[in-house]
């Protein structure tokens, strides 16, 4: 299994080189435009109280896992430090030995600001490399990691801003060459997170409610490349956005309903043109594939980032642009903060990728330091590789 997983990860790189050098590309599915990324990882929830909510955390109350999904909300944690770490076999249906895996700590600064690292490592286990021949090259570990830091700070009481920026190093095959001569080596980049945090007090049924709002863009960087400076991709730029309510059932028991809306900030893959034969006709000018309908997916990072709001084909195009939306919704239960029952749904349109998933998830508290949690994806799709997931994370906080 490990070497078909491989064997599809060189394939489509050997695809993407060859087509700089006029190799006959074929025809396109309709029915499945799915925008690709390098690095996705960067987006993989990678903690059990937020995956336990369907992956809804922008407008969540601030914990040591903030940094991944609203930075500007840190600065409102109520501990003084902490650390904490999560885990989370990754396909196990497919394999064994992959894994998610993220570190984080975090420090009060003063009473309006606040400071955390993070590191994040996925681990795609051990495979034996083959050429497209099928003939061996050894065995190799795959693996992405980015280390990242984060300020964020109170502007108000009520108003919070954070950045973060991580270095970003991925391995997907060590240093081989592919059948067209082109040397593959580690992608290196950096990214950028902007996250702004709202939250303010509403009376609801007679209680003093919890509010708040969010707002987060992630991974604002350069392209990455895995063998030259023609074949570049998009870092997975996100743009999260979301609203969470508090409501206080009594003086011990909460309920928190959370809402967040994500769309890549990545170009819209366009509509090639096609021959009688159903192929990809290339532009003999720019040796690259002949766009009928879009815009070009190759434009420079700010172009791509900011018209990806508005750049999928016509016919459809406004359509398209609303299927690119993925909606996560989440609710937690908790008592005095000591105990958690969550449960989410996640919904992605099935022309973009099509994952859908409810998730449940519960949480510990031991003696106002310690934290354990765990969360359960279930997908909607039978036999799915994501069916079964089991996240795992364990925080150690203290408080002045």
């Known amino acids: 299994m490990k070497q078909l997983f491989f064997f599809v990860i060189m394939s489509l790189w050997y695809t993407s080189t060859s087509a700089q050098n006029s190799v006959t590309l074929y025809g396109q599915d309709p029915n499945r435009r799915v925008i690709t990324t390098a690095v996705p990882f960067l987006n993989f929830a990678p ?3 937020h995956s336990g909510m369907g992956d809804a955390g922008v407008a969540t109350s601030a914990d040591g896992n903030s940094a991944h999904w609203n930075a500007g909300k840190l600065a409102f944690i109520e501990e003084d430090m902490g650390v904490s770490f999560s885990y989370s076999p990754w396909l196990g249906r497919l394999v064994n030995d992959m894994s998610v895996n993220y570190l984080t700590g975090f420090k ?3 009473n309006v600001s606040a400071f955390g690292i993070d590191l994040r490592y996925f681990d795609m286990g051990s495979i034996q490399l083959t050429d497209l021949s099928g003939n061996s090259l050894g065995d190799f570990n795959p693996r992405d990691i980015a280390i990242g830091g984060t300020y964020s700070r109170k502007l ?7 950045i973060s920026a991580r270095f970003i190093h991925s391995n997907l095959s060590g240093n081989i060459s592919s059948a067209g001569g082109n040397e593959s080596r580690p992608g ?5 997170d902007v996250g702004v945090y709202y939250k303010t007090d509403v009376l609801v ?3 003093e409610a919890v509010w708040s709002w969010g707002a987060h863009i992630s991974n604002i960087g350069p392209k990455i490349t895995y063998n030259s400076a023609d074949d570049l991709d998009y870092l997975p730029t996100n743009f999260r956005f979301g609203t969470a309510l508090k409501l206080p059932m009594d003086n011990f028991n909460n309920i928190t309903f959370a809402l967040d809306i994500n769309k890549l900030m990545v170009p819209t893959p366009p509509i090639y043109e096609e021959n009688e034969n159903g ?3 290339i532009d003999p000018t720019t040796n690259r594939p002949s766009i009928l309908s879009g815009a070009d997916p190759t434009r420079p990072l700010l172009s791509g980032m900011f018209g990806s709001f508005a750049d999928a084909p016509t016919p459809g195009r406004f359509r398209e642009e609303l299927d690119e939306l993925m909606i996560s919704f989440g609710v937690e239960y908790d008592y005095q903060s000591k105990f958690a029952v969550r449960a989410g749904y996640f919904y992605e349109n099935p022309r973009k990728g099509g994952r859908r998933f409810f998730t449940m998830g519960v949480g510990f508290k031991i003696q106002d330091r310690l934290g354990l949690d765990f969360s359960y994806l279930v997908p909607q799709v039978q036999n799915h590789p994501m069916g079964e997931t089991l996240r795992i994370s364990l925080a150690y906080n ?3």
């Open 108 to 110: 009060r600064i003063d």
């Open 279 to 281: 192929q990809i006709i």
């Open 47 to 49: 903690d059990s109280r």
């Open 188 to 192: 290196v980049s950096v990214g950028t």
């Open 156 to 162: 108000s009481d009520k108003l919070g801003l954070g």
């Open 205 to 207: 049924s007679g209680k």
């Open 398 to 400: 203290i408080t002045k």
